[in-house]
């Protein structure tokens, strides 16, 4: 077909134009259809959802459209260079019903590519934009703020472009004396504070630029970037059946391994076309769900750290709690934080023998969380210091997170009701007795509850596969579907799936070539949302409110910068 785009016309690969929506189509593309109307100049087939190709001069119109029919979520962008041209995806579902998506496809010119932003529309945009425009360096006209985000501003050329010379030399000034706030015209007495790279407040590599109005925090920038390790392009150099599959551990690092490998899994699966059995359903929704455990605890007890510093008894109990989840983990993989335990179609190997062992050791801690959980209120939730610090500090309001993308507890400590696990239903979650945690505040102490909370929920889930797991028939067992070896699915299929991390909404978009490795990789971050939120949720605060809210975020910098 012949696409226009940026006032070019240029030749695509895609699926032929099809005609406009009629009264005989449903579902979202009816809607997306209907609400973008003439905008729309052509439509594409993903495997999760109808896409629809839009000029790169009405982007903002477009979004606004799709927003005002229902896509209020904006899930994910994703840039990518073809041939003759780029692209910018726009990812789009309803926070009320993931389901309910649709993506917009922008090409632009391959020579001086020049799109319009979306960020204007949806917070979130923002960053995702500008890491386009790091990696990619498609210009995002009307953009607020666009400059680079994961490299230095003196980094000479953009790394995922074809045309990348990898051998030029690459020197980073140092700016000494510089005044940040020379341009600051407000009045009062300003100070910049740097909090950063290297704090144990930041959770990681993190540098945030802290202006203040007096002691009042009257901005905040996330610097983010100092540990890029390339994880994209890394699997785009794996095969989908064998090398990729080790990566995801490594993302979110500290807890969330079979949880990031099952991000990858579903994506891959439905690429391919692979139906897992339903007793590999069970085991890997177990083994997410002793991952959520191992992710809360350890949130739950360096927030404790944030807030009433030194090494409190929260922590040293949050820490225990975890390694005995390590331990169960460990029998179970083999490892003990990068399990690379999932394999397409399925798990790599059985409950370990002796099966009765394992599951009485599981259930056994289970039994115990109740009246650990009582502590855990005893010492946080019900302790005057810490209500101090976290009632009514950091608020994020509903439709600030929506515009911002943000999900998981996050999101649910501000009284969205959004969980993949029941909304987009993968695994075995759809056949369990479990229900989504919400909290209406939307304040530091709301986002606290909520993973205690879910701690509870998850144990009811484990404690349901397993009664499944000690009752399923022995010849019955089947660990793996029968996957091909070399696995090549058909050139230019496009497919975004997410699961429900510990952190959030963990999705991953692939673009296929005909070959056994993806032509692109795209990894969306729960944690790189939730953090481009920590401004609207920090300002008017103090320094210590902001550390207050940052810790709130359970953010894991690997996984932000990937």
């Given at each position: 077909m012949q696409r226009e785009s940026g006032g070019a016309l240029q030749s695509t690969t895609t699926e032929p134009s099809r005609e406009p929506a009629t009264a005989a189509d449903h579902?979202?593309?009816?809607?997306?259809?209907?609400?973008?109307?003439?905008?729309?100049?052509?439509?594409?087939?993903?495997?999760?959802?109808?896409?629809?190709?839009?000029?790169?001069?009405?982007?903002?119109?477009?979004?606004?459209?799709?927003?005002?029919?229902?896509?209020?979520?904006?899930?994910?962008?994703?840039?990518?260079?073809?041939?003759?041209?780029?692209?910018?995806?726009?990812?789009?579902?309803?926070y009320e019903d993931p389901t309910f998506e649709t993506a917009l496809v922008v090409p632009t010119r391959h020579d001086g590519p020049v799109s319009q932003s979306g960020a204007?529309?949806?917070?979130?945009?923002?960053?995702?934009?500008?890491?386009?425009?790091?990696?990619?360096?498609?210009?995002y006209d009307d953009h607020p703020d666009l400059r680079r985000i994961l490299l230095p501003e003196t980094w000479q050329g953009h790394p995922l472009r074809e045309d990348y010379d990898r051998e030029q030399p690459q020197v980073v000034t140092l700016r000494e004396h510089a005044n940040p706030l020379q341009d600051d015209q407000r009045a009062g007495d300003t100070m910049f504070l740097n909090i950063g790279p290297h704090h144990p407040?930041?959770?990681?590599?993190?540098?945030?630029?802290?202006?203040?109005?007096?002691?009042?925090?009257?901005?905040?920038?996330?610097?983010?970037?100092?540990?890029?390790?390339?994880?994209?392009?890394?699997?785009?150099?794996?095969?989908?059946?064998?090398?990729?599959?080790?990566?995801?551990?490594?993302?979110?690092?500290?807890?969330?391994?079979?949880?990031?490998?099952?991000?990858?899994?579903?994506?891959?699966?439905?690429?391919?076309?692979?139906?897992v059995p339903d007793y590999a359903q069970v085991v890997r929704t177990m083994g997410a769900e002793l991952s959520r455990l191992a992710n809360h605890f350890i949130a739950i007890g360096t927030y404790a750290l944030d807030i009433f510093g030194e090494f409190t008894a929260i922590f040293m109990y949050a820490m225990q709690d975890r390694e005995t989840v390590l331990n169960r983990l460990e029998d179970l993989t083999g490892q003990r934080m990068m399990f690379n335990y999932l394999r397409l179609g399925g798990v790599a190997w059985d409950i370990p023998e002796p099966r009765e062992e394992f599951f009485d050791d599981v259930l056994e801690f289970l039994g115990k969380l109740p009246a650990k959980l009582e502590e855990y209120h005893d010492l946080m939730t019900s302790n005057e210091i810490f209500q101090m610090r976290c009632v009514d500090?950091?608020?994020?309001?509903?439709?600030?997170?929506?515009?911002?993308?943000?999900?998981?507890?996050?999101?649910?400590?501000?009284?969205?009701?959004?969980?993949?696990?029941?909304?987009?239903?993968?695994?075995?979650?759809?056949?369990?007795?479990?229900?989504?945690?919400?909290?209406?505040?939307?304040?530091?102490?709301?986002?606290?509850?909520?993973?205690?909370?879910?701690?509870?929920?998850?144990?009811?889930?484990?404690?349901?596969?397993?009664?499944?797991?000690?009752?399923?028939?022995?010849?019955?067992?089947?660990?793996?579907?029968?996957?091909?070896?070399?696995?090549?699915?058909?050139?230019?299929?496009?497919?975004?799936?997410?699961?429900?991390?510990?952190?959030?909404?963990?999705?991953?978009?692939?673009?296929?070539?005909?070959?056994?490795?993806?032509?692109?990789?795209?990894?969306?971050?729960?944690?790189?949302?939730?953090l481009q939120a920590l401004p609207e949720m920090s300002e008017g605060e103090f320094?210590?409110?902001?550390?207050?809210?940052?810790?709130?975020?359970?953010?894991?910098?690997?996984?932000?910068?990937?």
């Open positions: 579902g979202p593309a009816a809607v997306a259809a209907e609400a973008l109307g003439e905008q729309a100049v052509g439509r594409e087939m993903h495997r999760n959802c109808e896409a629809f190709v839009v000029r790169a001069d009405a982007v903002a119109d477009a979004l606004a459209r799709l927003q005002d029919a229902g896509f209020d979520h904006c899930a994910c962008v994703t840039a990518q260079e073809y041939d003759d041209r780029f692209e910018t995806i726009y990812h789009l579902r309803s204007a529309v949806f917070d979130t945009a923002d960053w995702h934009e500008r890491e386009a425009y790091d990696l990619f360096g498609i210009e407040s930041t959770h990681g590599v993190l540098h945030l630029g802290v202006t203040l109005d007096g002691e009042t925090v009257a901005d905040v920038e996330p610097d983010i970037g100092y540990i890029h390790r390339c994880e994209e392009q890394m699997c785009q150099q794996g095969t989908y059946r064998h090398q990729i599959m080790p990566y995801p551990d490594r993302w979110d690092w500290l807890s969330s391994g079979l949880l990031n490998e099952w991000a990858y899994a579903r994506t891959a699966e439905d690429l391919a076309g692979i139906e500090t950091g608020y994020l309001d509903p439709e600030t997170a929506k515009s911002y993308g943000c999900t998981g507890p996050v999101a649910r400590g501000s009284g969205i009701d959004y969980d993949l696990r029941r909304d987009d239903p993968y695994g075995y979650y759809p056949e369990l007795d479990w229900d989504v945690v919400t909290e209406p505040d939307g304040d530091n102490y709301a986002r606290v509850l909520v993973r205690l909370r879910e701690l509870e929920e998850s144990a009811k889930i484990i404690e349901q596969c397993i009664d499944l797991l000690r009752d399923w028939p022995e010849d019955d067992r089947e660990i793996q579907a029968n996957v091909p070896r070399t696995i090549k699915p058909e050139p230019d299929t496009e497919v975004y799936r997410a699961v429900e991390a510990a952190k959030g909404e963990l999705g991953i978009y692939i673009r296929s070539d005909g070959t056994d490795t993806p032509a692109r990789f795209k990894i969306r971050s729960p944690c790189f949302s939730n320094v210590p409110d902001l550390v207050a809210t940052l810790g709130s975020l359970d953010t894991i910098m690997g996984e932000v910068d990937r």
